[in-house]
C-alpha cells in the first residue's frame, strides 16, 4: 500500500485521532449510554453463565427478562431497541426490585437478569429465533424481515 501512496499520511492507520469538537459534545446523551452499556454488561454476563453451561449457544437463543430499579435507567432502556443492543432474539424490560435468583453484578445493584430460551423458529435471515416464522408471505421469515423483504 505504502508503496503505491508513499507519504506519512497516506495510510488512515497513520494519522491521529482528530480532537472531537466541543459542539459536538452532549453530556445528557453520554449519560444515557453509559447507563444502556451498563445495563447491557450485567444482560451479556448472564448470558455468558447460560452458554458456559451450554444452555444456549448462541445469544439470540435467548429471550431475557430485565428488572430494573432506577426509573431514568428505565426510560434509557425503553428509548432503544435494548434487546438488538444485547443481541437477543427478545427481551422484557420491567420496573421494580431485583427479585432473588436474578442475576445481579455487584457493581450493578439495580439490574436483574432472569433468563429464559427464546420461542418459535429462527429466522433464516435475522437469525433471531421468533414465533412468528413462516406467518407471513416470506416462509422462514420473521414478520420484519418478510416486510423487508417485500419492499425490495
Known amino acids: 500500500w505504502l508503496e503505491r501512496f508513499p507519504g506519512d499520511d497516506s495510510s488512515v492507520h497513520l494519522l491521529d485521532i482528530p480532537e472531537t469538537p466541543a459542539a459536538w459534545r452532549n453530556p445528557e446523551l453520554a449519560e444515557k449510554w453509559a447507563m ?73 445493584p439495580g439490574i436483574g437478569v432472569a433468563f429464559s430460551k427464546a420461542e418459535g423458529e429462527k429466522c433464516q435471515r435475522c437469525w433471531k429465533i421468533l414465533p412468528d416464522i413462516g406467518k407471513d408471505q416470506h416462509p422462514g421469515t420473521c414478520r420484519r424481515c418478510s416486510t423487508a423483504l417485500s419492499a425490495a
Not at 444502556?36 to 437463543?61: D, F, H, N, Y
Open 36 to 108: 444502556i452499556r451498563s445495563a447491557r454488561r450485567v444482560v451479556t454476563s448472564a448470558l455468558e453463565v447460560q452458554r458456559s453451561e451450554k444452555v444456549i449457544g448462541a445469544s439470540l437463543e435467548a429471550a431475557p427478562s430485565v428488572t430494573i430499579s432506577d426509573p431514568a435507567m428505565l426510560a434509557a432502556l425503553q428509548s432503544v431497541p435494548f434487546e438488538d443492543i444485547c443481541i437477543t432474539s427478545a427481551l422484557q424490560l420491567t420496573a421494580g426490585q431485583i427479585e432473588q435468583g436474578q442475576f445481579t453484578l455487584a457493581d450493578h
